[in-house]
C-alpha cells in the first residue's frame, strides 16, 4: 500500500509527539474543567483515539458526522448534518477534534451551529490546516501541523474512502488518482 503514495508527510512518531503537546496544553487550559470531546466523523476517529488517551482531563466523548455541499473537491461552505450529535450542549465545555481544514467553511458553520446551543465554549482541535485555512475568520486554538496545499491521506484522512488505516499521513502519487 506504502508504494501507492509519493512520500510520507508526518510520521507516525512525529504525529505521536505532536498529539502529546496538544493533550499536555489542552490539559492545561481546561485544568477543573470537563470536556466534551467532539469527533468530526469520519476522519478524526484516529486522531480522537490517540488524543483522547493522551489527555488526563476529564471527557466524554460524541460523534457528528457533516457533509459539505460543494463542486468537485471545494467544500462550499454549505453544510447538511448527516449524524447529530446525542449529547445536550448546555453549558458543556465543547472541543472539536477534526482531522483537516482545508477552507474553514465547514468547522465555521459547524462553530457556528453548535455555539447556538448554548454550551460555556467551543474550540477547535485539527491535526492538519492547510493554507488556504487562514483566509476564513475562524480560531482554531489547538494545530497539530500547518502542511502544503496538498491532498492528503492516511491517519484517519481518505481518498475515495481508502487509506483511512496508513499510521502516518501522506502524499497520493498522481498514478493513485489515474493520472
Ligand atoms: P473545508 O474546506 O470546509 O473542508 O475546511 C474540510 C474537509 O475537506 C476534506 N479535505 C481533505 N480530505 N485529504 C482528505 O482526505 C485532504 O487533503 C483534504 N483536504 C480537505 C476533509 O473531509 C475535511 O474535513
Ligand atoms: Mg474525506
Redesign the pocket.
Known sequence: MGEDLCKILITEDEISSRLDELAAAIDRDYEGKEILVLG?LK?AVMVMADLARKMHTPLTMDWMAVS?YGSGTK?SGVVRILKDLETDLEGKHVLIV??????????SWLKANLESRGPASVEIATLLR?PD?TTVDIHVEYVGFDIPNE???GYG???AEKYRNLPFVGTLAPHVYGG
Open positions: 468530526i476522519g459539505s467544500s477534526e482531522d483537516i481544514i482545508d477552507s474553514g467553511l465547514t468547522l492547510k485555512a491532498f492528503v491521506v484522512l481518505d481518498y
